[in-house]
C-alpha cells in the first residue's frame, strides 16, 4: 500500500488534533501514513506559563513513549517516528501548518479545524478519527482537569455527590483538582499509556474536561464529553455527535442530566438560581 509521509511538532493534544488530518489524508489517498514527531522543536510559552511537558521541547521522551501506543494502533498509521526535526523527510505533510502561519489568533478558533483551513482540505472534524476499544466495566463519570486553561467560576465539590466518579491525568493535576474542590474521596485511576486513558474514556458514560489533552483524546473518539471553555483562550470547539460545552456551572449540571446522570437537587445549592431554577423542581 502507498505510504505518505507526515510530521508533526507539538505538544500531545495538538498531536492528537492533528491526527484529523492524517486521516483524512489517508482516506482520500488509500494509503497509510508514516508519522513523524519532531523530539527538538523548543517550547516557546508565555511569561510565567507552565506546561506538563516541561519547558525545554514540546515533546520529550517520555511524552512521545507516552503517546506513541494510542498513535500506532489507528489504523491509518503504519509507523511513528521520534526523530529531530532536520530528519523529518522534506516531502512530509505538515499535521501542524499553523506554527508558521502568518495573522493566525492561536487563542481562537478549533485547533482540529485550523490544518484544514490553511490547507483548503475539507476535513470532517465532526467525524471520530482515533479508534479505541473501552475496557472493562463502564464507570458513569471519568474527569481530567490541568492547572491551566481552567475556569475559576465552577465549584465541582457536587461531584461528592456523584455516583461513580474517576478522575485520569497526571497526580499532581489530581491532588490540585482534589484539594481545590474538597473532594477527598475522588477516585484516581492511573494510566501508564495515552492508549489507557483513551480507554478508560471510552469506557465511561461521560468525560468531563478542560482544554488538554485528554479533552483531545475525547474529541476525537467523540463519545459524550462535556467541555470546560477557558473564555480568554477557547481554541478548542466540539463538534459532532456527544458534544457539551459549559462556561456555568447550570449548563454542566443540564449536561449530565441530558446523559442520564442524576445530579441530586441539593448537591448544586450554591450554583446562581438563574441558572438552575428550572433544574431543581
Given at each position: 500500500m502507498r505510504i505518505i509521509s507526515a510530521s508533526h511538532g507539538g505538544?500531545?493534544?495538538?498531536?492528537?488534533?492533528?491526527?484529523?488530518?492524517?486521516?483524512?489524508?489517508?482516506?482520500?489517498?488509500?494509503c497509510l501514513i508514516d508519522l513523524y514527531i519532531a523530539q527538538d522543536r523548543p517550547c516557546e510559552l508565555p511569561p510565567g506559563m507552565q506546561h506538563p511537558n516541561g519547558l525545554q521541547v514540546l515533546m520529550p521522551p517520555a511524552a512521545f513513549e507516552f503517546i506513541r501506543p494510542l498513535i500506532e494502533i489507528q489504523p491509518y498509521i503504519n509507523r511513528v517516528f521520534y526523530v529531530a526535526d532536520?530528519?523529518?523527510?522534506?516531502?512530509?505533510v505538515r499535521l501542524d501548518p499553523y506554527r508558521n502561519a502568518q495573522g493566525m489568533?492561536?487563542?481562537?478558533?478549533?485547533?482540529?479545524?485550523w490544518p484544514g483551513m490553511l490547507y483548503g482540505i475539507p476535513v470532517d472534524v465532526s467525524a471520530p478519527w482515533l479508534n479505541v476499544k473501552p475496557v472493562k466495566a463502564v464507570w458513569p463519570v471519568t474527569m481530567a482537569m490541568s492547572k491551566r486553561y481552567r475556569n475559576a467560576g465552577i465549584d465541582y465539590s457536587f461531584v461528592a455527590q456523584l455516583e461513580g466518579v474517576r478522575f485520569i491525568g497526571l497526580p499532581e493535576e489530581y491532588e490540585d483538582f482534589k484539594a481545590r474542590h474538597r473532594?477527598?474521596?475522588?477516585?484516581?485511576?492511573?494510566?501508564?499509556?495515552?492508549?489507557?486513558?483513551?480507554?478508560?474514556?471510552?469506557?465511561s458514560q461521560v468525560f468531563i474536561g478542560n482544554q488538554s489533552m485528554p479533552f483531545a483524546v475525547a474529541e476525537g473518539m467523540k463519545v459524550s464529553r462535556a467541555l470546560e471553555v477557558f473564555a480568554p483562550a477557547p481554541n478548542v470547539v466540539p463538534t459532532g455527535r456527544g458534544a457539551g460545552t459549559y462556561i456555568y456551572q447550570g449548563a454542566l449540571i443540564n449536561l449530565l442530566r441530558s446523559w442520564g446522570i442524576n445530579v441530586p437537587p441539593e448537591s448544586v445549592r450554591n450554583v446562581p438560581p438563574s441558572y438552575i431554577a428550572y433544574l431543581v423542581s
Open positions: 505538544h500531545s493534544g495538538d498531536i492528537v488534533y492533528g491526527l484529523a488530518l492524517a486521516r483524512h489524508i489517508a482516506m482520500a489517498n488509500a532536520a530528519a523529518i523527510p522534506a516531502e512530509a489568533n492561536l487563542a481562537a478558533g478549533n485547533i482540529a479545524s473532594l477527598a474521596g475522588l477516585a484516581y485511576h492511573p494510566c501508564a499509556t495515552a492508549l489507557e486513558l483513551a480507554e478508560a474514556i471510552a469506557s
